[in-house]
């Protein structure tokens, strides 16, 4: 992942200023974790937009896909996933990033295993993993 962007996350993450929701990008004023990179890349980028969404929501708000420009934000996979233009932008290679010490991916992590929301991981908790499995360079490979 772009360390830059890494940080970022993880300082927002970490902030307060973002309510923590389960199930979906962003509804109402709450957001999940990938929602909160979603916001980042709007603020950061300009691009993109929030598109409501007509679903049931687990908190009974308004949901909200997120769309990138020139995007009508209706594919299913941008209402829980991460876009493709933000995975590129942040530098991931997966809509849903994988924990491999949590051996879950930040979906699950955030929404509780089997969307148990007493299971669920905070979102300094969530930083803290993001910081340690995702924003370190990787290592090469050395043959033995």
């Given at each position: 992942?772009?360390q ?45 937009q929030?598109?409501e969404?007509?679903?049931a ?6 949901g ?12 299913s ?7 493709i233009?933000?995975?590129n932008?942040a ?12 051996d879950a ?6 929404d ?5 929301p007493?299971?669920?991981?905070t ?5 803290a ?5 995702l924003c ?7 043959e033995?």
């Amino acid at each position: 992942m772009n360390q830059e962007i890494g940080e970022l996350w993880v300082t927002a993450l970490e902030s307060g200023e973002h309510v923590q929701g389960r199930g979906q990008l962003r509804s109402g004023d709450s957001y999940c974790c990938l929602g909160v990179l979603c916001a980042l890349h709007l603020k950061t980028t300009g691009k993109g937009q929030w598109v409501e969404k007509e679903y049931a929501t687990t908190n009974g708000k308004q949901g909200y896909s997120y769309a990138a420009e020139g995007d009508d934000g209706m594919s299913s996979q941008q209402y829980y996933a991460l876009p493709i233009d933000v995975q590129n932008w942040a530098g991931l290679d997966s809509a849903e990033p994988y924990i491999r010490s949590a051996d879950a991916s930040l979906t699950h992590l955030n929404d509780g295993p089997g969307g148990e929301p007493h299971l669920a991981w905070t979102f300094p908790q969530i930083a803290a993993a993001i910081r340690d499995n995702l924003c370190t360079e990787k290592q090469p490979v050395t043959e033995l």
